[in-house]
């Protein structure tokens, strides 16, 4: 049976929520090794620490799962 974990990809400041965040993604990881596979995972979904506690307050974007045309984070230095 394959092993499904999030994983913190990356810490970042969200001006919207004024704190640190975590940037997760789910990844399945096989039970027996792939042959001629680049990574030793897939990667089937992504989102933010706090998307839940965004979408209570409006904060649409990519990460939160509401809007996948914004990502506030690309906007960053």
């Not at 997760?24 to 042959?35: G, H, I, K, M, Q």
Request: proline letters at 10%; glycine letters at 6%.
């Amino acid at each position: 049976m394959p092993k499904i974990i999030w994983e913190v990809t990356k810490k970042i400041w969200c001006e919207r929520v004024k704190e640190e965040v975590d940037l997760l993604e789910e990844r399945v990881y096989p039970d027996e090794p792939v042959p001629d596979v680049g990574a030793p995972f897939q990667v089937h979904a992504r989102k933010c620490s706090q998307g839940v506690e965004c979408n209570l307050e409006g904060f649409a974007c990519r990460w939160s799962g509401l809007n996948p045309n914004y990502d506030p984070f690309l906007e960053s230095p």
